[in-house]
């Protein structure tokens, strides 16, 4: 993977590397959270082949430097479902 170089809101420049179809499993946290805010759509409503599709979507929209800057940051947990889980303390 090669690196490139992306201009944030604040005008810092900053490295990332660039992603392809092999970095599913690596990225999936900010991949989960893209779905969740630009889609609409939870990972776990997805088919695997939907989500393979729409995985290449986000890889294509991340190397051209078109996300916020906090999917290139890293993101610790992505919004995996649209279950309420009801836990009690």
């Known amino acids: 993977m090669g690196s490139r170089k992306i201009s944030t809101e604040t005008s810092i420049e900053k490295e990332f590397l660039q992603l392809s179809k092999d970095d599913y499993f690596a990225k999936n946290n900010e991949f989960a959270a893209w779905l969740k805010e630009e889609k609409n759509v939870f990972f776990s409503d997805l088919l695997s ?13 991340w190397n051209k430097g078109k996300l916020d800057s906090q999917y290139y940051e890293g993101i610790a947990s992505g919004p995996r479902t649209s279950h309420n889980w009801k836990i009690k303390k």
């Open 49 to 61: 082949e939907s989500a393979r599709e729409l995985f290449t979507d986000f890889v294509k929209a």
